[in-house]
Nanobody, 126 residues
Framework: QVQLVESGGGLVQAGGSLRLSCAASGRTFSSYAMGWFPQAPGKEREFVAVISRTGGNTYYADSVKGRFTISRDNAKDTVYLQMNSLKPEDTAVYYC???????????????????WGKGTLVTVSS
């Protein structure tokens, strides 16, 4: 059974930084893509960053390019999201996700994630 556990959320002032972590278990971590998908209050969950199984390819939403960096440590079965220059509009519950091997980037968003964590709350104050 695939399990994803997020950590690292919290309250930060605008312009600050946070690093989220997601620890995975239940299967071979290095065989699957991993990503982060925040859901702001009253809005649908959206794509912000995905990393391929080897880490060789990364994909970002335009809203976070240059501010967020996704990375993974396959030896620790963990994926990270370094968030810099945070804005109040980044406030959301951030969900970690992974696929079954068939997800893809369609040029604007990422499709096909199958497993989700419970999320970690990020609050950015102005």
């Amino acid at each position: 059974q695939v399990q994803l556990v997020e950590s690292g959320g919290g309250l930060v002032q605008a312009g600050g930084s946070l690093r989220l972590s997601c620890a995975a278990s239940g299967r071979t971590f290095s065989s699957y893509a991993m990503g982060w998908f925040p859901q702001a209050p009253g809005k649908e969950r959206e794509f912000v960053a995905v990393i391929s199984r080897t880490g060789g390819n990364t994909y970002y939403a335009d809203s976070v390019k240059g501010r967020f960096t996704i990375s993974r440590d396959n030896a620790k079965d963990t994926v990270y999201l370094q968030m810099n220059s945070l804005k109040p509009e980044d406030t959301a519950v951030y969900y970690c996700a992974t696929d079954r091997g068939f997800s893809y980037y369609n040029g604007s968003t990422y499709i096909g994630m199958d497993y989700w964590g419970k999320g970690t709350l990020v609050t950015v104050s102005s």
